[in-house]
């Protein structure tokens, strides 16, 4: 195919290249600090835009090297300006000022009884896990502000009712904070989720807090191994009392982000993915959840996509498209593990190079959750590839459209 040129486009390798060139180095300089078998060519390609940096582990050796996060080579204060989710970002400074007085803030409303907030909590649940970030976003601060309230003033007959829901509350704003790239904030939010855990001392709330502290290190560089030890730390030592529906899904959970964690680090996801499938396979016959703590995305369904997921981290497009058809879209639980799916599947047929299908199923991820797939760092890079190897008339098509709308292409 021929080579088409796209003025202004931007991808992770243009603030790579400004980054090395502040520092002073080479390009081999970087390629050897960041610890991989990376070649000068391939730090070139990576800047010049020819290859996408289609990986986490990548992602996270340049950032380590470069001594930066990933936002910062990413553009998540680009993302920040995107109007389809400002009513999220928007709140995020009153989100800050919450967790920082721990709810002693100026609020005149009544608050929600214990029952009505664990109700609008399941709600706020299913709407984060469609990913639709622009209707939870207002939702936050006064759910957090009155768990808050309920932990203060609670008596003695429903303390522990009271840290279960506070607990569930910052646990959800956690997991919203950093799929919107906000990780130190969302830090803070998982670490009142442990706090809440600690309180009510049920296995659930326990894994869903560690489970949020390690998706989080994640994100980070030279954070990898602590988040291993933290989900499998916390999985050791719940392991024996797993026995409700709510232990099971947040344990399992727990293997599946250590499964992650182990590709992202180079090493075998299998033993982890096993044990999530055998977690998965208990879930009917368990008894109903004592605590409020959930993840309902965990299932056999989910299972299969992290296994997708590993592999692909792995760069493993091979395998990611032989696994694919033994899911349908429609088991998996929500429209976030929907679009999660067709993202694999189109990273997998980018690194075959078969851009047109690929093109097609980040489409399909797009139309499932829009507010995620678009600001994705790995739809982004992607995409921006295509547009600089398609055809012309590939990009002035659906791609060029879906170009501007994850902002690969100023608008």
Sequence with gaps: MGEFQVDEDRYVGQQVRVLRRRRGWSQQMLADRTGLDLSRGAIAKYENGERPVDSRRTLLALASAL??????????????????????????????????????????????????????????????????????????????????????????????????????????????????????????????????????????????????????????????????????????????????????????????????????MGGDPEPHLVEAAEQASRLDSAPSSTSASRNDSFGAANVGLWRMSAAMERREPGEVLALAPELRPNDLPNEGRRAQYFVEIGRALAMQRNYQDSLHMLLRAEHAAPQHVRNMTAVREIVGHMMRKARKDLTTGELGKFAHRVGVVPS
């Design 67 to 264: 001594g930066v996060t990933v936002g910062d080579l990413t553009g998540h204060e680009q993302e920040k300006l995107d109007p389809a989710t400002a009513e999220f970002h928007m709140v995020v400074p009153e989100i800050e000022t919450v967790l920082w007085t721990q709810g002693n803030v100026t609020d005149t409303r009544p608050p929600h009884s214990l029952d009505e907030l664990l109700a609008l909590t399941r709600t706020a649940t299913k709407i984060r896990n469609d990913c639709d970030y622009a209707t939870l976003g207002p939702m936050l601060v006064p759910m957090l502000t009155d768990a808050y309230r309920h932990v203060r003033d609670c008596d003695g007959t429903s303390v522990e009712r009271a840290w279960d829901a506070f607990g569930t509350v910052a646990y959800g704003v956690a997991s919203a904070l950093r799929a919107r790239g906000y990780h130190a904030l969302a830090w803070t939010a998982a670490q009142e989720a442990e706090r809440a855990a600690r309180h009510v001392g049920e296995p659930a709330p326990l894994a869903a807090a560690a489970f949020s502290q390690g998706q989080i290190m994640l994100s980070r560089p030279g954070a990898l191994p602590a988040a291993l030890a933290t989900t499998m730390g916390t999985a050791e030592k719940i392991a024996a009392d797993v026995r409700t529906v709510g232990d099971i899904e947040t344990y399992g959970m727990l293997h599946l982000q250590a499964s992650m964690v182990a590709a992202t």
